[in-house]
């Protein structure tokens, strides 16, 4: 399915394009936001060749992933999100926002537009996120949207020249639907 374009209230999930570049230096290039994600701050030449293969792979069929540029009401670039497909109905939720916009509700707005569209339009079975110890903004976003905790994986991911543990969480279907219909959406 290409391209994808999903609206919220204030934000719409949306391909990456080309002239995204510079905006995206706001996530991936900074130290700060890349600190608690998979892996370490790029630089402009990397950060444009893996935005080149970003918007080639999405174009593939089938497709690996969702990977979508979190876009404002202005349609500038303020964070990414990605469900990586995996086999049995299942996918692995993903996401980052810039500095500037954390604690504005945009991981939370995003993330909900994502699990609907993973759920409901793929129909994956299960999502699960992974997230550093550390980041307790990103735990408390997964337990706001009914993401169960599995445990811990040890010396997960190597970034910042050193190896980190993750947190396993996860989300079925029935869930997420249950949760929706208890809040009226």
Known sequence: ??????????????????????????????????????????????QAERLAQDITRAQTAPRPDYYLAIANDTDVLVGFIRIGLARDKSGELGYAIRREDWNKGYATEAATLMLDFGFNTLHLHRIQAACGPDNHASQRLLARLAFTPEGRMRDHVFTNDAWRDSLLYSLLDH???SQRQALGR
């Open 1 to 46: 399915m290409f391209p994808v374009a999903i609206t919220g209230p204030r934000l719409t999930l949306r391909e990456f394009r080309e002239d995204d570049l510079d905006a995206s230096m706001a996530v991936v290039g900074d130290p700060e936001v890349t600190r608690s994600l998979s892996f370490d701050a790029r630089n402009r030449a990397e």
């Open 175 to 177: 869930e997420w639907r």
